[in-house]
């Protein structure tokens, strides 16, 4: 049976009314597995089904597929979790807060649908202050870098907002230390401080997390302004989550949320977080919410970012790619860079990264 809907609308339906996936045709479902899985969103469409009443009505060979999804998220949940107890360890003598940030965060909190969250990493925050003694002792229990060339090295220590990621020699989970939450060479200054200030503490001694303003405006800030928006799906969908989530628990987390973006020049960010989040997902954002934001982006900007963001956030057909949505990941890739980079350090750092990958290019062909 032939699909009726688009490629987009397969998985989007999939995501905001999942009672239409008994409907779905054998060809439907083959593109929506293979799309939700390029986004990392099976482990979400499982949850979805089981906590609508659905799973007794999909193929068996579907399900299969979605047990397996949901088996690696609680998998790599569990070595996320254990990752931060061995970190805790390792770290006991320090009586500074530890921020955990992202998918580990949003377990913590019990975030609803977490569970089904692909997460392949730890990332953590520290204040900048402790941030070299506590990669040295790190290190000195079992953690180490990667090899780096020195221009990659000198790019994390210099111009990023995280030290090289730190690996297990026996666990292979990567730990992403952060100091602040934008790159030191963005034009985004967001005050550490003050997110130290507000985080929240949790069940572990001396571990936070960011306060629910405070977190929902790093997922804007990491979607909109240090991703790519390449198959950034996923991001989307955890801002909405997040949004709804805290919303339903303070009445006054909108204006919260608006006031605290307004504090730390995050308007132009919150914005298009907002946006999107409605206009993909349905979110309920009150009205006037985006009114009360200062520094939003101009028409034009708006304007190139409505037509660009859903053409790369959602994953391209498998078998069908647009040239349209290729461009937009295209634009949008090097949008990201030029936010996070002042010109003079952008066009040496494409260069290299160019002559690098041709140089790849050029060793695979010698083989």
């Known amino acids: 049976m032939k699909s009726k809907h688009s490629h987009h609308q397969i998985l989007l339906q999939a995501l ?12 439907d479902w083959e593109l929506l597995i293979r799309m939700a899985r390029r986004v990392k969103l099976l482990g979400r469409i499982a949850l979805l089904l089981k906590s609508h009443n659905l799973w007794e009505e999909i193929p068996p060979r579907i399900a299969n597929q979605l047990t397996s999804a949901l088996v690696q998220a609680d998998r790599l949940r569990q070595l996320t979790l254990w990752e931060l107890d061995r970190v805790l360890w390792a770290l006991d003598d320090f009586k500074t807060s530890i921020i955990v940030l992202k998918g580990a965060a949003y377990g913590l909190i019990n975030l ?13 925050m520290v204040p900048q202050s402790d941030l070299a003694d506590i990669e040295s002792v790190l290190m000195t229990k079992g953690w180490k870098h990667r090899p780096l060339s020195f221009y990659d090295e000198h790019y994390y220590r210099v ?30 200054k ?10 929240i503490p949790v069940h572990y001694e001396n571990v936070v ?3 629910p303003t405070d977190m929902t405006l790093h997922c804007a800030v990491n979607l909109f302004q240090n991703n790519e928006l390449d198959n950034d799906l996923r991001d989307l969908l955890d801002l909405h989550d997040l949004m709804v989530f805290f919303s339903h628990q303070d009445a006054d987390f909108w204006k919260s949320l608006t006031d605290r ?5 995050l308007g132009h960010v919150l914005y298009y977080g907002l946006y999107f989040s409605q206009l993909i997902f349905k979110t309920p954002v ?16 708006r304007g190139i970012m409505y037509r660009l963001v859903p053409l790369a956030l959602f994953p391209q057909h498998p078998d069908k790619p647009i040239r349209s949505a290729a461009w937009a990941k295209t634009i949008l890739y090097l949008r990201s860079h030029l936010i996070r980079m002042p010109l003079y350090i952008l066009v040496p750092h494409l260069m290299y990264k160019s002559m690098r990958t041709l140089l790849a290019k050029i060793k695979l062909l010698r083989r």
């Open 16 to 27: 905001v009314d999942p009672k239409c996936l008994i409907d779905y045709p054998d060809s």
């Open 112 to 124: 609803p649908f977490s569970e089904g969250r692909l997460s392949v990493d730890l990332d953590l």
């Open 159 to 188: 111009w990023s907002h995280e030290i090289p990621p730190l690996i297990h020699a026996e666990r292979e989970t990567e730990v992403d230390i952060h100091h602040t939450l934008a790159p030191v060479t963005s034009r985004l």
């Open 190 to 199: 967001i005050d550490s401080g003050l997110l130290f200030a507000d985080a």
């Open 209 to 211: 997390v960011l306060s």
């Open 261 to 265: 973006a307004n504090q730390l020049k």
């Open 286 to 301: 009150p009205d006037g919410t985006i009114n009360r934001l200062i520094n939003k982006p101009g028409y034009i900007r």
